[in-house]
Nanobody
Framework: QVQLVESGGGLVQAGGSLRLSCAASGRTISGYDMGWFRQAPGKEREFVLGITRSGDSTRYADSVKGRFTISRDNAKNMVYLQMNSVQPEDTAVYYC??????????????WGKGTLVSVSS
């Protein structure tokens, strides 16, 4: 079992930056590909970014490409989401998730409870 806890959410102005963190416990994340997802009010949860267990490959949703970056520190059991140039449409609950699958993020095995990001215009 892997427990995931997100932090770093809050209120930010459009054009600003925010860094989310995901702390893992229970098992080392070096055995998992990791992803960030989000769910905006009234919408379904969607994939945002993913990173392979070694950190050598990442995948981005088109909506965040060039603005958001995912990174990981396996030694610290941490995953990060750097959000730059945020826009009101980035307002959502952001979830960290882990999967034993390689390079695919459509079926995650473990989820955090999420952290809310609100972007004001």
């Amino acid at each position: 079992q892997v427990q995931l806890v997100e932090s770093g959410g809050g209120l930010v102005q459009a054009g600003g930056s925010l860094r989310l963190s995901c702390a893992a416990s229970g098992r080392t994340i070096s055995g998992y590909d990791m992803g960030w997802f989000r769910q905006a009010p009234g919408k379904e949860r969607e994939f945002v970014l993913g990173i392979t267990r070694s950190g050598d490959s990442t995948r981005y949703a088109d909506s965040v490409k060039g603005r958001f970056t995912i990174s990981r520190d396996n030694a610290k059991n941490m995953v990060y989401l750097q959000m730059n140039s945020v826009q009101p449409e980035d307002t959502a609950v952001y979830y960290c998730a882990a999967t034993t699958r390689h390079g695919v993020y459509y079926a995650m095995d473990y989820w955090g409870k999420g952290t809310l990001v609100s972007v004001s215009s």
